[in-house]
């Protein structure tokens, strides 16, 4: 069955604390695999796209990267404002998307 | 400004009482699709719909209709709705015929009693 596993649930970090957040999927054919953000009471907001194992994407403290079997969100340097839920999907064959449950990230000043 | 609009925001029904939640794109995307958001569930996908009169069912279809007469419209009807539809819901949309970059609403808060 395809399924796409978000780790840690939650995070808590200090500012300028750099960590990653992890999610790891199996999917017959992968076709893209996609990071989100979503502020609380609003829309996941589109952050990245990746294709092919070995890819990386960069915005501002954002890097995400992508292997066979994970891929990663390394935030580096975060501050406040970075505190959401950070949700990744990954598109498979049927044009079908399959979201993991979510990363709750919380930095503290 | 480009946005990916859902109406209601915020709805309260009974069980058994049809109803719309309608979803409106003015950015001329192909792609649209729904989705609804569950705690320790995530966001599970509904209905997809490649183009217009296209669409197709997603992982959680049962007890949910759509339709996509027009490019910029697709409505999620709930023909006869259950407490176990009580949800957030989300409408997206994105470029071309598949699920690149997306697009999100801001969702509607519906509750089934």
């Known amino acids: 069955e395809d399924q796409v596993t978000q780790s840690p649930e939650a995070l808590r970090l200090q500012e300028g604390e750099s960590s990653s957040l992890n999610c790891s999927y199996t999917v017959s054919g992968l076709r893209g695999l996609f990071w989100y953000r979503q502020d609380p009471g609003k829309g996941p907001e589109f952050l990245f796209t990746?294709?092919?194992a070995g890819e990386e994407k960069e915005k501002e403290r954002l890097k995400a990267t992508l292997t066979k079997k994970e891929s990663f969100l390394h935030i580096t340097a975060p501050k406040p404002e970075d505190s959401a839920t950070y949700l990744c999907a990954v598109r498979e064959n049927t044009d079908k998307l399959i979201f993991g449950t979510g990363t709750r990230l919380q930095v503290f000043p | 400004e480009a946005q990916v609009t859902q109406n209601p925001r915020y709805l309260i029904t009974v069980t058994g009482k049809k109803l719309t939640v309608t979803c409106s794109q003015n950015m001329n995307h192909e792609y649209m699709s729904w989705y609804r958001q569950d705690p320790g569930l995530g966001l599970r996908q509904i209905y997809y719909?490649?183009?217009?009169?296209?669409?197709d069912k997603g992982d959680v279809p049962e007890g949910y209709k759509v339709s996509r007469k027009e490019k910029r419209n697709f409505p999620l009807i709930l023909e006869s709705p259950s407490p176990n539809q009580t949800s957030l819901y989300f409408c997206a949309s994105s470029y071309g015929t598949s699920s690149y970059e997306q697009y999100f609403g801001p969702g509607t808060r519906l509750t089934v009693t």
């Open positions: 990746l294709y092919s």
């Open positions: 719909s490649m183009n217009v009169e296209v669409t």
